[in-house]
């Protein structure tokens, strides 16, 4: 009888992908970051959250969502419940652009089978994507985020709701409803998920 187990070396760990990522050299965006950010939270969590990359305090502290878009981005997760601590955030790319300007497509391509692994090892029950860039990059379209919110998608069977970024809504006060619509709707998606 064949064993189903596949070799060891054949399964993904999240020892070996930090191991990786934290040295990576993949694209120009090591040349000119502080460190990698290789992503936070719970590694089991029902809950992943995908931003675009890190800005300058997130280059600065090793990790995604600490500075102003970061904290607006807590008081989202606290209105439907939930910790940072509980739930898992990542980056479509892992290191600073210069300037914060949005990653290129070679640099998102280049880093995505990162996040792909991390996706792979969390196994959420739902993807909350965070702005244009990353969902785009992720539903590998070009459609606007005001035509990519406001409905549930799925990532390889997972299903995948975009919400606005937190460093829109600063600046967007109108759209929160929106992304309020978004968060509701992401809830309502776990609550039907039975197991
Ligand atoms: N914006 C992002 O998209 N990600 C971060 O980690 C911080 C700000």
Known sequence: IADSTPPSELIDSWEALQAEVAPCTQCDLCKTRIQTVFGSGNKNAGWMFIGEGPGQSEDQQGLPFVGKAGQLLTEMLRAIGLDREEVFIANIVKCRPPANRD?????????????????????????????????????????????????????NGT??????????????????????ADLKLAMQTVKNIKG
Do not use: F, M
Request: positive net charge; aromatic residues 6%.
């Open 103 to 155: 990653p290129t497509p070679v640099e998102i391509e280049s880093c995505k089978p990162y996040l792909l692994r991390q996706l792979t090892l969390v196994k959420p029950k739902i993807i909350v994507v965070l702005g244009r860039v990353a969902a785009q990059a992720l539903l590998n379209t070009d459609e606007p985020i005001g035509k990519l919110r406001g409905q549930i998608r799925a990532l």
């Open 159 to 180: 299903p995948l709701v975009v919400v606005y970024h937190p460093a829109y809504l600063l600046r967007s006060l109108l759209d929160k409803r929106k992304a309020w």
